[in-house]
């Protein structure tokens, strides 16, 4: 990026002297009554919607002196040349107000993606890099990069009963989904502190975030789902409980391996309102073993439903790249993201979040 950069700034003042040198060629080789004005206004139009203010400045006084110097050279009379200079220069002007436009535009358009930004980290701040016996990494790319932020969620959050985390999917992207994550983050952070099972916090969860959908206005509750893994990760690190609520399933990373974690039984994701339904405590809990080294990789849809030009869906149990053993979470993360971007080249549809804890200790 570094070696093209120097590369892609000189193109606007080469299309620019390019848009010059045809208009005076024009100019000058044309028959009567035909002029290269036109292609002369041109440049300094160029010049103000892509370089500096200076430069186009620059532009504007250069395309001056070469419009009077051609009319000149053709030894046009006075009126003509005064009108091309007239023409040239209103013209001019016009570019240098769209280069103050673009330019206050620009710095609106930061200061909206710097907001965004801070409110992506408050909400959804990064997790501490160990919890417990677990070291922990996690990424976050927005399907609306202008924007920053998107729908997806996790945190991490040490309990009186374990390591306790959840990754999820609220409805909707961008901007409009930043109260509903700030909702479903905030009652995990609650819950999981009081919940004595994983069962028991999903079903607070599933009351919490249905009560909020019914506040939010005329919409009926089933507008506002959140889909999500709940998981909890025992004292010693060996046990893993998981609850699975219409989310895509997690994974396990180990020994060279990656095997993807299908629920037991088909849940209802958080907050459709059905929580009366079923008793408390009666989310389906499925429990494996997590060895020493082993990691637990948690994404959202953004990962599982990115496709490729074909239209084919990327499946990270079918990824050599993950076949492999990985040091630490960190690294996990960076490549499934990197592997991602390459199998859709660039372009995502739907936010992608990943969340990888790994227990600490030498792998068997």
Same mark, same amino acid.
């Given at each position: 990026?570094?070696? &093209?950069? #120097?590369?892609?700034?000189?193109?606007?003042?080469? $299309? @620019? /002297?390019?848009? +010059?040198? =045809? *208009?005076?060629? %024009?100019?000058? &080789?044309? #028959?009567?009554?035909?002029?290269?004005?036109?292609? $002369? @206004? /041109?440049?300094? +139009?160029? =010049? *103000?919607?892509? %370089?500096?203010?200076?430069?186009?400045?620059?532009?504007?006084?250069?395309?001056?002196?070469?419009?009077?110097?051609?009319?000149?050279?053709?030894?046009?009379?006075?009126?003509?040349?005064?009108?091309?200079?007239?023409?040239?220069?209103?013209?001019?002007?016009?570019?240098?107000?769209?280069?103050?436009?673009?330019?206050?535009?620009?710095?609106?358009?930061?200061?909206?993606?710097?907001?965004?930004?801070?409110?992506?980290?408050?909400?959804?701040?990064?997790?501490?890099?160990?919890?417990?016996?677990?070291?922990?990494?996690?990424?976050?790319?927005?399907?609306?990069?202008?924007?920053?932020?998107?729908?997806?969620?996790?945190?991490?959050?040490?309990?009186?009963?374990?390591?306790?985390?959840?990754?999820?999917?609220?409805?909707?992207?961008?901007?409009?989904?930043?109260?509903?994550?700030?909702?479903?983050?905030?009652?995990?952070?609650?819950?999981?502190?009081?919940?004595?099972?994983?069962?028991?916090?999903?079903?607070?969860?599933?009351?919490?975030?249905?009560?909020?959908?019914?506040?939010?206005?005329?919409?009926?509750?089933?507008?506002?789902?959140?889909?999500?893994?709940?998981?909890?990760?025992?004292?010693?690190?060996?046990?893993?409980?998981?609850?699975?609520?219409?989310?895509?399933?997690?994974?396990?990373?180990?020994?060279?391996?990656?095997?993807?974690?299908?629920?037991?039984?088909?849940?209802?994701?958080?907050?459709?309102?059905?929580?009366?339904?079923?008793?408390?405590?009666?989310?389906?809990?499925?429990?494996?073993?997590?060895?020493?080294?082993?990691?637990?990789?948690?994404?959202?849809?953004?990962?599982?439903?990115?496709?490729?030009?074909?239209?084919?869906?990327?499946?990270?149990?079918?990824?050599?790249?993950?076949?492999?053993?990985?040091?630490?979470?960190?690294?996990?993360?960076?490549?499934?993201?990197?592997?991602?971007?390459?199998?859709?080249?660039?372009?995502?549809?739907?936010?992608?979040?990943?969340?990888?804890?790994?227990?600490?200790?030498?792998?068997?």
């Amino acid at each position: 990026m570094n070696v &093209l950069q #120097p590369t892609l700034t000189k193109v606007p003042w080469i $299309l @620019a /002297a390019l848009v +010059l040198a =045809a *208009g005076v060629l %024009l100019d000058l &080789l044309a #028959p009567e009554p035909y002029t290269g004005l036109p292609l $002369l @206004a /041109a440049a300094p +139009l160029i =010049a *103000g919607a892509t %370089l500096s203010f200076r430069s186009a400045f620059a532009v504007v006084c250069v395309t001056c002196v070469v419009s009077v110097a051609v009319d000149v050279e053709r030894e046009r009379p006075a009126t003509p040349l005064l009108v091309d200079l007239a023409v040239v220069g209103l013209i001019g002007v016009l570019a240098l107000v769209v280069n103050r436009l673009i330019v206050r535009q620009g710095r609106d358009l930061a200061r909206a993606r710097d907001v965004a930004e801070a409110v992506q980290r408050a909400v959804l701040p990064h997790p501490p890099r160990e919890v417990g016996p677990l070291a922990v990494a996690a990424g976050y790319t927005a399907a609306q990069a202008e924007a920053r932020i998107g729908g997806d969620l996790y945190a991490v959050q040490q309990t009186p009963f374990g390591v306790r985390m959840i990754i999820g999917d609220v409805r909707g992207k961008g901007i409009a989904a930043v109260a509903a994550v700030a909702v479903a983050i905030g009652a995990f952070r609650q819950e999981a502190e009081y919940a004595s099972t994983l069962a028991a916090l999903s079903h607070r969860m599933d009351e919490a975030l249905a009560r909020e959908a019914a506040r939010s206005g005329p919409l009926i509750s089933t507008e506002g789902f959140t889909t999500a893994v709940l998981a909890e990760v025992s004292a010693d690190g060996a046990a893993l409980s998981l609850v699975n609520r219409g989310h895509p399933p997690p994974y396990l990373v180990y020994g060279g391996r990656i095997v993807r974690l299908d629920p037991t039984a088909p849940q209802l994701p958080l907050g459709v309102g059905l929580g009366d339904l079923a008793p408390a405590g009666s989310a389906s809990v499925d429990v494996v073993r997590l060895p020493p080294g082993a990691s637990l990789l948690l994404v959202t849809d953004g990962v599982t439903e990115a496709r490729d030009r074909h239209g084919t869906f990327y499946d990270p149990v079918d990824s050599e790249r993950l076949q492999r053993r990985f040091e630490d979470p960190d690294e996990l993360v960076e490549v499934l993201t990197d592997d991602v971007g390459r199998w859709t080249e660039g372009v995502h549809a739907d936010d992608m979040a990943i969340l990888v804890v790994t227990r600490r200790g030498r792998a068997a």
